[in-house]
């Protein structure tokens, strides 16, 4: 079997819903070596210890990557300069660096910034993840038959990109290469905007329940609940993932209204053919993407194609023999 771990010492910063993941994922693909757990906030290290996720725990991100040949940042993308610069007068020469950030090209800015010219930093992120947060919240499949898309840039060392793919191969995770500028144009409206919306949507609806002195949510039909289960996602997180990826998220919001404008209008003329032409459209769309009838509360944007080339580990052939039994898996 391909080693797909191809470093000896791990240090893993923010150990929330991503990084204790990461960390439960290495072990089950059998990594051996130290994993160095670092996150400022002392309660999430603390169950993270109990947990065992680790085998060293600390506040400071600087202690944690002392020594670390593979370095992985899972703070949110807001931290993420904040980190680069508190690590980067303890990095070991030549240690990898990546991230599982939502957002690339801020990222990748704020590394190129922070960290010593002899870091080899990697930017990826798993398409994965839950409207949870916390150490608790990780488990070691997260990213199987998940994609994970590495984003490098010119001055991407190939032989790190090499090794932090294989990780997320080890994880069962399918790899996609993609620019910065166009991963973040994707991820906003795939992921981003929905989330946006269902923040919105719950604003409003607990706004008219106020204002009407009705049950709005107490009644609210299944829809509902499925549609908005991403507003119970992490105020900071997603803070920060419209402030760094503005001009795209703004870019697919503009196309979004226009189109809500459409709809407005033709429900306000009483233009039915308009809406049974636009939502026949989008059923057809709906169903190509996705496969009829199937959980809509998975979030299954993030459901892998066939890789077609590179050797495949046990889990990642079991991974498709599932998909194939089940083509939408649920993410937990
Ligand atoms: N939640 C999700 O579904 C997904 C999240 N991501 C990305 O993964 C990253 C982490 O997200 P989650 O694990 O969901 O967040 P989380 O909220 O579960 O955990 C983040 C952890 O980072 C720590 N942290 C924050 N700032 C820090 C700093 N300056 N130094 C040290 N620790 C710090 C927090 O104390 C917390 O324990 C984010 O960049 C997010 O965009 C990527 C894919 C999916
Ligand atoms: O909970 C969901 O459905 C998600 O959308 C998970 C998610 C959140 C953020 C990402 O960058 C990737 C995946």
């Known amino acids: 079997m391909v080693d797909r771990f191809r470093f000896q010492n791990v240090a893993i910063v923010g150990i929330g819903l991503i990084g204790s993941s990461i960390a ?3 072990r089950a693909g059998g990594f051996k070596g130290p994993i160095a757990i670092g996150d400022r906030n002392g309660d999430a290290l603390r169950v993270a210890s109990e947990i065992g996720l680790g085998t060293s725990y600390h506040v400071s991100a600087a202690k944690a990557v002392a020594g670390a040949d593979m370095v992985i940042l899972a703070v949110p993308v807001g931290s993420m300069q904040a980190t680069g610069r508190a690590i980067a007068p303890s990095l070991q020469a030549d240690a990898i660096v990546t991230d599982v950030g939502s957002v690339k090209g801020s990222v990748i800015e704020a590394m190129a910034g922070s960290l010593p010219q002899s870091a080899r930093f990697v930017a990826g992120h798993p398409i994965a993840g839950s409207e949870q947060s916390g150490p608790r919240a990780g488990f070691a499949t997260l990213f199987a038959k998940r994609w994970c898309i590495i984003t490098p840039t010119p001055e991407t060392d190939q032989d790190a990109l090499d090794v932090v793919a ?12 993609m ?5 973040d144009l994707v991820l906003s409206i795939t992921s981003h905007l929905p989330h946006l919306i269902a923040y919105n949507l719950v604003r409003t609806a607990s706004d008219m329940e106020s204002v009407a002195e009705s049950e709005v949510i107490k009644f609210s039909a299944g829809g509902f609940r499925d549609f908005t ?4 996602s992490d105020p900071t997180m997603w803070r920060d993932v419209f402030l760094n990826n503005r001009v795209a998220v703004l870019e697919s919001l503009g196309r ?10 033709a429900i306000r003329w009483g233009d039915g053919d308009t809406l049974y032409e636009i939502f026949e ?10 496969g009829a009838g199937q959980d809509t509360a998975a979030p299954d944007f993030g459901r892998p194609r066939e890789e077609s080339s590179g050797e495949e580990t046990a889990s990642e052939e079991a991974a498709e023999d599932d998909a194939e039994a089940a083509p939408v898996s649920a993410a937990r």
């Open 256 to 265: 979004f209204s226009e189109d809500l404008a459409i709809l407005q209008r």
């Open 24 to 26: 439960l994922a290495l």
């Open 166 to 177: 294989d990780m997320w191969r080890g994880f069962g995770s399918h790899i996609e290469m």
């Open 229 to 232: 289960r991403l507003a119970a």
């Open 281 to 290: 459209r989008t059923r057809t769309v709906r169903t190509d993407v996705v």
């Open 179 to 183: 620019d910065a500028e166009r991963h």
